[in-house]
């Protein structure tokens, strides 16, 4: 699968719909989202596809592969809210630019970001 902000973006809901709830269903994940059910539908063929998640009809479950692609994608969005408040962005803004900065950016300054961070806690 060709590794995207909407790809991504599906599969961090469904791994934080998992942390509240046994089943997560696909009207779940487009309230949470904000698209439609056939939306979640297509994206949940083409992550099925590519071995992300099964679906039984009625729930998604994320595989092995994909709880550990959607964990370093969350981990991703942590890491750099927090840069991001540390650096004194408000808590709404930081969390909306995590959400699109956690897509594009690169390695190299995602490692930066992270060792600032837990620079800071220590």
């Not at 995207?4 to 779940?28: A, G, K, M, P």
């Not at 998640?53 to 009625?58: A, C, L, P, R, S």
């Not at 490692?111 to 600032?116: A, I, L, N, Q, T």
Request: hydrophobic content about 40%; charged content about 30%; glycine content about 4%.
């Amino acid at each position: 699968m060709k590794h995207n902000q909407s790809s991504e973006d599906y599969l961090e809901c469904i791994l934080l719909l998992s942390r509240e709830t046994e089943f997560v269903h696909r009207v779940d994940v487009a309230r949470k989202i904000g698209v439609s059910q056939p939306a979640v539908q297509k994206a949940i063929k083409i992550l099925e596809t590519s071995g992300y998640v099964e679906f039984d009809g009625m729930h998604i479950y994320l595989t092995s592969k994909g709880e550990e692609y959607a964990l370093k994608v969350y981990e991703r969005h942590c890491i750099i809210k927090e840069f991001l408040r540390l650096l004194g962005v408000n808590e709404v803004d930081a969390d909306a630019d995590a959400c699109e900065m956690e897509h594009v950016v690169s390695d190299a300054t995602f490692d930066m970001m992270k060792s600032f961070v837990s620079a800071k806690k220590q």
